[in-house]
């Protein structure tokens, strides 16, 4: 989602996260180990692009041969059933596209792998799990109990 696109909220959000990463501790990873999450990134961005075409042919299909006439009324509530379900997968993809997007900005400015709430290093093998974390499991868990 491009900054012209953001919501006020989200653009708040986006400029909280900006600020945040200043002030985070430098990454305890080596240049080597920041390239091999980047392209780990990379990959998973590349992935995740490859997937939002394939539904957006789809959804671009099931308009085509939709034609609005169909011989029966379940067969027209199925098809809006899958673009509806197409449209709320691409959406979640993108948001997926912007977590890995800020992840490769935490490796630039090489604050990637420090928990943006304690501070704390985070272990490698959640960083290999999921790879755009911005927080250790122990803080995330926290975080879930404030809102609870």
Not at 33 to 50: C, G, Q, T, V
Request: hydrophobic share 25%.
């Amino acid at each position: 989602m491009s900054k012209q696109n953001e919501k006020p909220n989200e653009k708040r959000n986006s400029q909280a996260n900006d600020t945040d990463e200043a002030q985070l501790p430098k990454t305890y990873l080596s240049d080597e180990e920041l390239e091999y999450f980047r392209e780990l990134i990379l990959k998973k961005r590349n992935d995740a692009l490859e997937e939002i075409d394939y539904m957006n042919s789809r959804l671009e299909d099931s308009h085509e041969n939709s034609t609005g006439y169909t011989f029966h009324m379940a067969d027209s509530g199925s098809d809006a059933m899958e673009r509806e379900m197409l449209s709320l997968m691409i959406s979640r993809q993108q948001k997926f596209i912007g977590y890995l997007d800020r992840a490769l900005k935490r490796i630039d400015n090489k604050t990637y792998g420090m928990c943006k709430i304690t501070g704390e290093p985070i272990p490698k093998e959640r960083l290999e799990a999921v790879p755009h974390t911005e927080t250790t499991v122990k803080a995330k868990l926290e975080e879930k109990k404030k809102y609870r």
